[in-house]
């Protein structure tokens, strides 16, 4: 049974200006609409336009769309001159946009680095630098960004992928440190193994797909893979004064994957 957003609503968040980058699709997608269903205005700051959203709030006044490149300081400048003008101020920022390079070192380019360090460690500086202006004098203002297991352990081929999300836990606890005595927090989440487009290429190109979903989800406790909602969940608990006195933590998210430890099959008991 995956999570249930629709039965856990109860104005959590009422009131809350929220900007979700990456929210688009996947989990950020599934981040931004768990908030507008709990009383937040969702900013969504993504390169790509999210489709039933458009430049303005949408017909429930709950989402809109703001044109946005992480990587780039200027867009990024204009993202908070925008959200400022229309919201005058931030009291949660979602880091939550990122990119996966596959590949081995050998293969992999300086530039393949780079844009995976800027879009995923440089773009959660970037807008905590610049929205921190815009959540001073908030009420509980919190910023929750979006690492991974891969900052904790690491898939094959991933250097630059485990590398940069290593680096947004590290970000994580210094940000907690250095804005925790402006009253702003900072935690992480670090889903496991999420079913969104970053990671469906993987199973799809399996010849048996349904056989590598299974055997996918018996690698987790809880018997399943995650779905977007279930990281949502866990980001509104950490942005509402519930986690009032929790900063600085990395939260794993992944039906207890990282949990269990592997044994050979020849002795595992399932
Ligand atoms: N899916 C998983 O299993 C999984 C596991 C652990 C962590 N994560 C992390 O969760 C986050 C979301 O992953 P997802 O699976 O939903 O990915 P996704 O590829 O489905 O969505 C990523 C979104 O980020 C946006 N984006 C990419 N580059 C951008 C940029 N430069 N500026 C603004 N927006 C940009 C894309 O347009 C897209 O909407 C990522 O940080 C990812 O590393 C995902």
């Known amino acids: 049974m995956t999570?249930?957003?629709?039965?856990?609503?109860?104005?959590?968040?009422?009131?809350?200006?929220?900007?979700?980058?990456?929210?688009?699709?996947?989990?950020?997608?599934?981040i931004v609409d768990r908030f507008a269903?709990?009383?937040?205005?969702?900013?969504?700051?993504d390169l790509?336009?999210?489709?039933?959203?458009?430049?303005?709030?949408d017909v429930a006044g709950h989402r809109e769309w703001?044109?946005?490149?992480?990587?780039?300081?200027?867009?990024?400048?204009?993202?908070?001159e925008t959200v400022q003008a229309g919201h005058g101020g931030v009291d949660v920022l979602v880091n939550n946009a990122g990119i996966m390079d596959t590949r081995s070192?050998?293969?992999?380019?300086?530039?393949?680095?780079?844009?995976?360090?800027?879009?995923?460690?440089?773009?959660?500086?970037?807008m905590a630098k610049h929205l921190l202006p815009l959540m001073e004098g908030r009420d509980d203002p919190a910023i929750v960004n979006i690492g991974s297991i891969e900052g904790l352990g690491a898939n094959a081929l991933h250097a630059s992928y485990?590398?940069?999300?290593?680096?947004?836990?590290?970000l994580t606890r210094a940000l907690a440190v250095d804005l925790g005595p402006m009253g702003v927090r900072c935690n992480a989440v670090a889903p496991g193994w999420i079913d969104t487009d970053l990671n469906r290429g993987y199973v799809d190109k399996h010849p048996n797909r349904d056989q590598a979903?299974?055997?996918l989800a018996s690698l987790h406790p809880v018997g399943r893979i995650g779905d977007p909602a279930d990281v949502a969940g866990t980001v509104l608990w950490l942005a509402t004064p519930d986690a009032g006195f929790v900063t600085g933590q990395v939260v794993t998210v992944d039906g207890g994957r990282?949990?269990?430890?592997?044994?050979?099959?020849?002795l595992a008991d399932d």
């Open 213 to 215: 979903v299974a055997e």
């Open 258 to 266: 990282m949990t269990r430890l592997s044994l050979p099959a020849s």
């Open 105 to 126: 070192i050998r293969d992999e380019t300086v530039a393949d680095w780079d844009l995976a360090m800027a879009v995923n460690l440089r773009g959660p500086f970037l």
């Open 3 to 30: 999570a249930s957003p629709d039965a856990a609503t109860s104005g959590r968040a009422d009131g809350r200006i929220v900007v979700v980058t990456g929210g688009a699709r996947g989990i950020g997608r599934a």
């Open 66 to 80: 703001v044109p946005l490149d992480v990587t780039d300081e200027a867009s990024v400048l204009e993202f908070a």
């Open 162 to 170: 485990a590398a940069s999300k290593a680096g947004v836990h590290g």
């Open 37 to 45: 269903a709990e009383g937040a205005t969702v900013v969504i700051g």
């Open 48 to 57: 790509t336009d999210p489709g039933n959203v458009g430049a303005g709030l």
